[in-house]
């Protein structure tokens, strides 16, 4: 399983150690720029050496790995866990996420004042 005769594909690593459910989805995280080896934005053909540190951008958190073992297929999970080490910070309690501002149905669309102040409890602004 562990793949001596050089780089790897990062889209082909992040889908064998099971950071993403298919390797289209790593492939088009990378194309979205949700990918960084080593602080760069790359292409899903870009290798990746054992000691590289990838950063994979999901939905509400970031995963921070360490490579540690090249695997080209997709291996379990108890194996996928040897192949990196995890430096993700803790996702965020409950507690900390703002709630959804939910509008009632039928109040039209929002003035200035209102978008305003839900840009302002989601914290876009």
């Known amino acids: 399983m562990a793949d001596d005769e050089g780089p790897v594909r990062v889209d082909a690593w992040i889908w064998s150690?099971?950071?993403?459910k298919t390797r289209s989805m790593a492939?088009?995280?990378?194309?979205?720029?949700?990918?960084?080896?080593?602080g760069e934005r790359v292409k899903p053909a870009h290798a990746v050496r054992p000691g590289d540190e990838v950063r994979l951008r999901g939905v509400g958190h970031e995963r921070i790995v360490?490579?540690?073992r090249l695997v080209r297929k997709r291996v379990g999970a108890p194996v996928a866990a040897e192949c990196f080490v995890d430096n993700s910070p803790p996702p965020p309690t409950p507690e900390a996420v703002p709630a959804p501002v939910v509008r009632d149905r039928g109040a039209g669309r929002p003035t200035k004042r209102e978008r305003r102040d839900m840009e302002r409890l989601r914290g876009t602004r």
């Open 66 to 68: 360490v490579v540690t």
């Open 17 to 20: 150690v099971r950071l993403t």
């Open 27 to 38: 492939a088009t995280a990378c194309r979205a720029g949700h990918v960084r080896v080593n």
